[in-house]
């Protein structure tokens, strides 16, 4: 049985089959120097076998931590931006209740995220709600270098250092970060935290099947080994030697990318599901860190269906025609509500009642798929049966490999990022950190 369905027969209007089928063979070649470490970045390719690669006793050893974490705090703060953030937030939302502040479970730690942005009102927002609640921290860095998590790191470091002193904080504090350089790895070392490693040749936004998703995730109480066990499955299903019939990532690399040499040049990732919102946001860093590049790739959008219909639905249905959309579209809801017959309906809405919620919803995404695809903007579906651990693990793993089969067919690097060092070297240059002189005094003088 297939784990994950892709349809691109809605692309039909847009481009003819044969434009996909004549990417095929690129798709083949593409996963095929994923495989063999041919390919450009192909010291960053430690992720494409990592989810078979993943032993018991690393699970255990996760497992573990996660356990000391959660008998000790009732608030866990990941530290971390990007690839080092991303997966974990994206897992977690999936996974959690819709209302977590209104059903939490009083044995799972709630899981906060920190070190993803400057503000100082969060920071500080953030210090004043731990003050209620026992803590603990999970910092997140394969460089450890990065400014933003530094910065939040340092702050939280000192206040629980400051609440349960050095040895204490100690047992409370978690580094996950590269194998041997880097100052989180002199501090860990020194201070004697627990530390996981980020493998070398694993880049941060393929990271989240590594101890940087899983063991914040475990943490929360997410079934890890569940989401591992669906990315190994995926992995099975897009290995080199699987047909491109039988691939469903070449099929979805193949037609995104005949899509973009046809001038489609926006992808917007739509779901019916406001939990699946955050894995958005890790596919939009992974296609656009991962392609934009060289003048070139496609702009990773995302909207959450319906309720963005009511505001982006007019662009999407009759803006600049650039776009087309993919849909993540769940087969069976978990939980079944009713709508009832109402006596007076004046809503007028009786012609629904006795139907699910669900199938009123998937009847608009019919409607809305048809109505957007008349509109010229092809759309490309991808199915998963249910949202739970084991297909959230292999939608990851298929939009990861999809992604680097992407890259290769779009022929840039899809595993380095050098377009995000711009802004740290003007932002160094404005806070005058020692070596940016000249750059600082040039930069003034533009402001
Ligand atoms: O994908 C990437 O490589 C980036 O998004 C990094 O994950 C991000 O910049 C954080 O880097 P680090 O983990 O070194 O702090």
């Known amino acids: 049985m297939e784990i994950i369905k892709i349809d691109t027969s809605k692309t039909s209007e847009a481009i003819a089959a044969s434009e996909i089928s004549a990417l095929s063979q690129a798709a083949v070649d593409a996963n095929k120097l994923l495989h063999n470490k041919q390919g450009?970045?192909?010291?960053?390719?430690?992720?494409?076998?990592?989810p078979s690669s993943i032993t018991t006793a690393e699970l255990a050893e996760i497992d573990r931590v996660a356990k000391s974490l959660r008998g000790k705090a009732e608030v866990v703060v990941a530290v971390g931006i990007g690839g080092s953030y991303l997966g974990?937030?994206?897992?977690?939302?999936?996974?959690?209740?819709?209302?977590?502040?209104?059903?939490?479970?009083?044995?799972?730690?709630?899981?906060v995220f920190a070190g993803e942005n400057l503000s100082e009102d969060y920071t500080c927002e953030l210090l004043d709600a731990l003050k209620n609640y026992s803590f603990a921290v999970i910092v997140i860095s394969k460089s450890g270098t990065t400014t933003e998590p530094a910065i939040a790191f340092r702050v939280l470091r000192a206040e629980v250092e400051k609440r349960y002193g050095k040895?204490?904080?100690?047992e409370r504090i978690v580094a996950i970060t590269d194998a041997k350089r880097g100052a989180l790895k002199k501090l860990a070392t020194d201070e004697g935290y627990d530390t996981f490693v980020i493998p070398d040749d694993v880049g941060g936004r393929f990271s989240v099947l590594t101890p940087v998703g899983l063991?914040?995730?475990?943490?929360?109480?997410?079934?890890v080994a569940e989401l591992v066990r669906g990315a190994q499955d995926m992995e099975k299903a897009t290995a080199d030697g699987v047909s491109f019939e039988k691939n469903p990532s070449m099929q979805y690399a193949a037609a995104r990318n005949a899509l973009y040499n046809k001038g489609y040049k926006?992808?917007?990732?739509?779901?019916?599901?406001?939990?699946?919102?955050?894995?958005?946001?890790?596919?939009?860093q992974l296609y656009g860190e991962s392609e934009g590049k060289e003048g070139k790739g496609i702009f990773p959008a995302s909207v959450t269906l319906t309720a963005d219909l009511h505001s982006m639905?007019?662009?999407?249905?009759?803006?600049?025609?650039?776009?087309?959309?993919?849909?993540?579209?769940?087969?069976?809801?978990?939980?079944?509500?009713?709508?009832?017959?109402?006596?007076?309906?004046?809503?007028?809405?009786?012609?629904?009642?006795?139907?699910?919620?669900?199938?009123?919803?998937h009847m608009a995404e019919l409607g809305v798929t048809i109505a957007h695809v008349d509109g010229g903007v092809p759309n490309i579906r991808i199915e998963i049966p249910e949202i739970n651990e084991y297909y959230i693990g292999a939608l990851l793993y298929f939009f990861e490999k999809a992604c680097g089969i992407s890259g290769y067919i779009l022929g840039v690097n899809?595993?380095?990022?050098?377009?995000?060092?711009?802004?740290?070297?003007?932002?160094?240059?404005?806070?005058?950190?020692?070596?940016?002189?000249?750059?600082?005094a040039e930069i003034r003088k533009r402001l």
């Open 266 to 284: 926006i992808e917007i990732l739509a779901s019916y599901e406001p939990k699946l919102q955050y894995i958005a946001e890790w596919w939009k």
């Open 167 to 170: 040895k204490e904080a100690a």
């Open 313 to 361: 639905g007019q662009y999407i249905q009759e803006g600049e025609r650039t776009l087309f959309e993919t849909v993540i579209s769940v087969a069976k809801p978990k939980n079944k509500v009713v709508v009832e017959k109402d006596a007076d309906d004046l809503d007028g809405l009786n012609f629904l009642a006795g139907k699910r919620i669900g199938e009123i919803n």
């Open 414 to 440: 899809p595993f380095d990022q050098p377009g995000v060092e711009a802004y740290k070297k003007n932002m160094f240059a404005l806070l005058d950190k020692p070596g940016y002189e000249k750059e600082s």
């Open 215 to 223: 063991l914040p995730l475990a943490v929360a109480g997410v079934n």
């Open 40 to 50: 450009k970045g192909n010291d960053f390719l430690g992720w494409v076998n990592l």
């Open 88 to 111: 974990a937030k994206a897992v977690l939302e999936a996974m959690s209740n819709s209302f977590p502040q209104l059903v939490k479970k009083e044995s799972d730690p709630v899981v």
